[in-house]
């Protein structure tokens, strides 16, 4: 991967970005639900964040790079890795997470944008990738914690873990369109990490 | 070349279409794949298919309901739900099927241009919708046959199951982009069924 780190120059604050950075990836990913990447500009984003477009383009010299940061950056698509005490409860709160990004405003709007227009967009798509990387490595800390509790085997495969459950919310919300059930969550954690097989 | 074929609009078939519906399906999806939902255009079909637009346009009034149909129609995408004798053999096989789908051309264009286009045409996500729906449709006996075999309890929930396994599935090949390890599918279903956590 040969992705360039923005932040990376001289001047640069510890969050890396610009005063402004919040208010700019908000914009950003506002603009980017509301008008799809092709519709998403430097110039609509300085209009809405207040931020000069000189300013914006020092820091990320296009409009994926900015998007990228964004999508890694922003509050509003921030995840907090959970410590419940038990694996079942940090995946519970895992997943209850990807819900709500998929289904509550405006996050919603954000990710199945993004989704849609990287599948357009190679651009997009390294940002996109970027993005479930940065959040696998923040949950690993949850699989690290079970495998230390005794309740994973050492050779657990977290990304299959994650993909399985987050995928299960993608495929259910964005493909299949259909509400989550109340006990979607706990369900799916619970197959995955007891099985569905019958016990007989 | 399409005035040529003009009498097929009497050729109608048993099935819900004109005779060279296999045609008009491969040509809306590869247009899709190509141009995206955009860019899709019932003349542009006509064209590629060499069947005339009239006749196209008397089975299906939109493009919107053309993609619909074609999205289950079409024998680039259709399933043939497994029989092995064995839940995790059957699974596998739906799983083969789904990661083929995804990474296979030229299917995989089509899958991910349709759910690009889903999120931004509330039109085409009707079809994804039922696409998904048929297909789940067709998968049930699978997990009829493992009730009966004592191998699932009999209030298993087939779709979380499905979801589970066809969502790491897109995950891992549309968001994170990564390759599909040769030993994904088997690990997938064996958590599935048998769960991730540590036995002891």
Known sequence: M?????GVRHGVRSSGGPRKSQEIFDATLELLAEKGYEGLTVE????????NKTTIYR???SKGALLGAAL???RQLDLQPPDTGSLQGDLEALLHAVVALLTAPPSSGIAVSALGAATHSPELAVHVREFFADRLARELPVFDRAIARGELEADADPMLLVDLLAGAAWLRVV????PIEKDFVSRAVSTVLHGAGAAG
């Open 2 to 6: 040969s992705e360039e780190r923005h």
């Open 44 to 51: 609509g984003v300085a209009q809405r964040s207040g931020v």
């Open 59 to 61: 820091w990320w010299p």
């Open 72 to 74: 890694t950056g922003a």
């Open 175 to 178: 493909l299949r369109q259909l």
